[in-house]
């Protein structure tokens, strides 16, 4: 079977029915990016792609959830929709607790500055490695040395590579869009294989609203999609980003995908 993936070249791959916003009310209809006579990459639109990942890499601390829907295509050629509930909680740049709870699996991570551990909660498998002290650090380790991807990771990375930017084939400003109350901004993008559109929120806080992916190179062309509701003012206690098994949990050991050092 295959999946749509949320990984971009634009902005590599970090889940709902909602927008939401403490203490933020809703932003001016003012300054959205104007239209590229002839420029299939509008530069304003990707300004405003970069400037929200800056945004986000920017944060002290925050939590967002969000209800993800992904397409997988059996070898029949019929797509089957699954859903998982998410979370992501991030302190001070170096401590992270996220899970996934979907039709497929259900996963915990905990990362407190010197150790992550991904725990599997129906199974009672855990399993916990050494990190790097950032989060930004731990992310690239996740993936490439083991194969983890933390839910909605791909967030924190937009606008982050030039080379990234320079896969776009297209950046459009949509129009105006009103997620569950919440003015934003509608911008779509084409790159290799893949057509994307984003969602962000006009405001001096640039968050993502809604994010959908169409795989282009698979003639099913299979979506992901993602709506956010955001806290930037989350009740965050260390212990939350600690791992302690409980009864009957079993540890096990994580393999690394390629070997340290490598691509």
């Given amino acids: 079977m295959k999946s749509a993936t949320p990984v971009l ?32 990459v509008n530069p304003q639109v990707v300004d405003k792609l970069i400037d929200m990942g800056n945004y ?5 601390k925050f939590q967002v959830d969000a209800q993800i829907s992904r397409d997988t295509v059996l070898e029949s050629g019929q797509k089957i929709k699954t859903e998982s509930a998410n ?16 039709d497929v699996r259900t996963r915990e991570l905990f990362y407190n500055g010197k150790k992550l551990t ?11 490695v050494d990190a790097p002290p950032t989060v930004g650090e731990a992310l690239h380790r996740f993936e490439n040395f083991y194969g983890i991807q933390v839910p909605m990771e791909d967030l924190f990375l937009f606008g982050s590579d030039q080379a990234q930017i320079d896969a776009l084939k297209e950046a459009a400003y949509v129009g105006p869009s009103t997620i569950n109350g919440q003015l934003c901004d509608h911008l779509a993008f084409r790159q290799e294989g893949v057509d994307w559109q984003l969602w962000i929120t006009r405001s001096d806080k640039p968050l993502p609203c809604k994010l959908v992916i169409t795989t282009t190179d698979e003639a099913s062309f299979p979506e992901y999609s993602a ?12 212990a939350m ?21 490598g691509k």
């Fill in 9 to 40: 070249c634009v902005c590599f791959s970090l889940f709902l029915t909602s927008v939401a916003y403490a203490d933020d009310p809703p932003a001016a209809a003012d300054n959205p990016p104007a239209a590229a006579d002839n420029t299939p």
């Fill in 56 to 60: 986000l890499r920017a944060l002290p």
């Fill in 87 to 102: 979370t992501l909680k991030v302190l001070d740049h170096n401590r992270l607790y996220a899970k996934s709870e979907g």
């Fill in 118 to 128: 991904q725990y599997a909660p129906y199974l009672k498998y855990y399993t916990t």
């Fill in 227 to 238: 709506v956010y509701r955001w806290n930037l003012k989350p009740e965050l206690k260390d």
């Fill in 241 to 261: 980003f600690n791992f302690k098994p409980g009864k009957g949990d079993v540890a096990i050991p994580l393999k690394e995908v390629a070997a340290q050092g």
